[in-house]
């Protein structure tokens, strides 16, 4: 059976964009999939240690999972939750394949150059290192499918590298590299990312990072608050109410939200706005949406008792470290040291 496996970090509460732009996504793909697929859903707990954190991880990780099942993630056998670092084969595996990564290939990442501000000679290791161990946890479980945004092609590409230079190596198939990019994008029909913008300034992306509070709706802000947040969203003077991302990003947004939160296709709400002007009107719709979401969402966290995700990734771990083992010492094997 064929894996897709996903995993977000946990540096600090969500915003709505990313649980419109990424979580949902996967709880979607996953309902879609799991009668055919084991979907791994790890927390990349040693991922998310590479820069600071905000609150406490243990609760942030909790709080992932729960995410996922209050959004109506559906359980079954093929469905494995765990934390990466109760998996020590992927840190294991990780220094395998650094021995087979080239500095080159690293210092070469996108990523790194942006989070090292060029180069900085002061970044941590971690930052530099990270696409090994994102390596290792796609390959110690033969996953072909990893949904991950624009900024993670480039590891997924070395992924499929160290895969293909690994087998090479050793003359047989020890791991099955990850589809191409762009088959992946076409298999999880990602092709149209949803963007959410920044509430404030909707020329840029809403951001869990922005300083401005205004600027983002938090998963678990106050349904009143997030309500307040849209009240004083920053629109256009154009007078309008249309879906035009170029011209009136802010507009657009609102209506973006307000398709997202009700499950509605976006033409319908586009074609029930058609022809109104008064942006206030469209400001305590999308407000009074949000809140109303808001507000059943937290309701069915607050419903999930922790044991239950406790219980959820100590199953799920078990499972992962039999795979992950099996691929280590079959490695390991390769390479004599076993
Ligand atoms: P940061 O400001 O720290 O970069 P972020 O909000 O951009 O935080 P990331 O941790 O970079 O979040 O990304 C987590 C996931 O959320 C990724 O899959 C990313 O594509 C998605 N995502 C981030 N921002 C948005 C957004 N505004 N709309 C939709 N999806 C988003
Ligand atoms: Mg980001």
């Known amino acids: 059976m064929k894996t897709i496996l996903t995993g977000i970090r946990v540096n600090s509460e969500p915003t709505l964009g990313n649980f419109l ?10 309902n879609k999939y799991s009668k055919d697929y084991n979907i791994n859903i790890f927390v990349p707990d040693l991922h998310t240690i590479i820069s600071d954190v905000d609150g406490d991880l243990q609760q942030n990780l909790l709080m992932e999972i ?8 559906k359980i079954n056998e093929n469905v494995h939750f765990y934390r990466q670092s109760y998996v020590p084969a992927h840190s294991e595996m990780m220094w395998l394949l650094s021995c087979v990564t080239s500095t080159g290939e690293l210092f070469r990442m996108t990523q790194y150059k942006e989070k090292s501000n060029g180069g900085d000679e002061s970044t941590n290791a971690g930052i530099l290192n990270y696409p090994i161990l994102m390596a290792a946890d796609i390959l110690l479980y033969d996953a072909e499918y990893v949904p991950v945004g624009e900024d993670q092609f480039q590891h997924l590409e070395l992924t499929r590298n160290l895969a293909f230079r690994v087998n090479h190596k050793f003359g047989r198939e020890i791991f099955v590299p990850p589809v191409k990019t762009i088959d992946q994008v076409k298999f999880m029909e990602m092709d149209d990312g949803i963007r959410i913008r920044d509430l404030q300034n909707p020329e840029k992306k809403m951001s869990k990072s922005s300083k401005s509070e205004n600027s983002k709706i938090m998963l678990l802000d106050a349904p009143e608050v997030a309500a307040k947040k849209i009240m004083s969203a920053t629109t256009d003077s154009v007078g309008k109410i249309q879906f035009d991302m170029l011209n009136q990003p802010g507009v657009s947004n609102l209506l973006q939200i307000e398709a997202l939160v009700n499950d509605r296709p976006l033409q319908e709400v586009i074609s029930t706005w058609a022809g109104e002007t008064r942006y206030g009107d469209l400001k305590k719709q999308v ?18 008792p922790d044991e239950m995700v406790y219980e ?27």
């Open 21 to 30: 732009g990424a979580l949902i996504p996967m709880v979607r793909l996953s």
């Open 312 to 338: 959820l990734l100590e199953t799920g771990e078990e499972y992962a470290n039999n795979i992950a083992d099996a691929k280590l010492a079959e490695l390991q094997k390769a390479f004599c040291i076993r």
């Open 66 to 73: 729960k995410y996922y099942l209050a959004a109506g993630l």
């Open 287 to 304: 407000a009074s949406s949000v809140s109303s979401f808001l507000a059943d969402f937290q309701e069915n966290i607050a419903a999930i």
